[in-house]
Every structure is written in structure tokens, then in C-alpha cells.
């Protein structure tokens, strides 16, 4: 893929389970999206895994006023991580974060209710935990899902994405316990620019795919939808 794009997040969820299948068919294994634009990548690794398929809400906390720049994340279980190099160069006040973070708070809250109902989260004690995004720039919104993941003792944390810049890939191998990326540039840019269709994902798309989480993904009517 060196030089390449991907067509859309499912191409880029197929080609990024061909470099995770020593995962394949186990029992232990559990697939986690972070939505919205990880939930059609995560689905395709699901299904072609034959794992099961859940949610884990991540927000980012975008800079007021530079809302794409993230100053960090806040994940499920109210776990904050923070982007401390933006924190200091903009030297953004804690009040500042609090308000983000506040905000960003009912938005987890708000999906968690959409995708997941009332079904129980995910249970990831002694399992082996594939996180799945449609790409990393500073890898904010990844760490926080690892924090929030970690808490509940899972044997492994697998971050996986089709996309992210080099550095981050770097930082993030400290994170978990192994980092799948199928294209990690050095000039990285956007998520986006790796991405020849980059399309929002919707809601209803993302609980289309989310809401029968403990079943593996593999019927051409739920894969349609997830597209």
C-alpha cells in the first residue's frame, strides 16, 4: 500500500485483517470499534475474523476554535486522556478542559444509549482485544480506549488501524500490546487524505452494526449496511 489509498473504510478493514490472522476463529478474541469511523473497518475485521463485534465510545476533545486540533480524549467509564503537548504549547486552562470534557461526556453517554441499548458492555477479562480505527493522527481517542479497556484486565490490547502517521504508531506500541497498521508515513497529514471516499458514518449505521454484539458478522445484509 506504500503510495496507495484506500478506496473506502471497507476496503480498508479488509485489507487490515489480512495482517490479523494469527486471530482468526478464537475464542478469546473480541473486536472493538471506535465510532463512528471505525465501526465499518472494525466490522469488516469482525467478519472476516469471525470474532464478535462491539462498541467502545471515544470522544475527542477538540481545541476551542481549532475543534480537529485534539487536546485529548474522554472514553466509556469516564477515563480523560490527555494531549499534553497541545495542552502546554496553547496553554489551555484546566476550566477550559473541564467545559470540553463535560460536553464530550453526554456525547458518550448519548451513543452509548444508541448503539448499545440496554444490552450489558462488552465483557473483556482474559480476552484478547482488537481495537479498531479507521486511522490515528496524534492518537488521542486511541490511548483513551486503551485506558479505558485496560481497567477491566483484558490479556491482550491489539490497536489496529488501516492508517496512522509513524510517530504515533511508535507511541502507541508503549500503549498496548501490539500495533497493526497497514500504512504508517512519515507525513502523515489527515486521516481523510488515505482515503479516497471519506464519507461521514452515520448513527444509524454504526448501531446497525453494533447491536448484536456477541454474534459474529458475516450475513451480506448486516455487511450492507455497514458499508
Known sequence: MKGQRFRDRTHAGQLLATQLTAYANRPDVLVLALPRGGVPVAFEVARALHAPLDVIIVRKLGVPGQEELAMGAIASGGVRVLNDDVVQVLALPQEVINTVAARAQHEVERRERLYRGDRPAYDVRGRSVILVDDGMATGATMRAAVAAVRQHQPARIVIAVPAAASAT?????????????????????????WYERFSQTSDSSCAACSNTPRTSYRSHHRRAQCR
Open 169 to 193: 504508531c511508535e507511541e502507541c506500541a508503549a500503549e498496548g500490546d501490539e500495533v497493526v497498521c497497514v500504512i504508517r508515513p512519515e507525513a502523515f497529514f489527515a486521516v481523510g487524505f
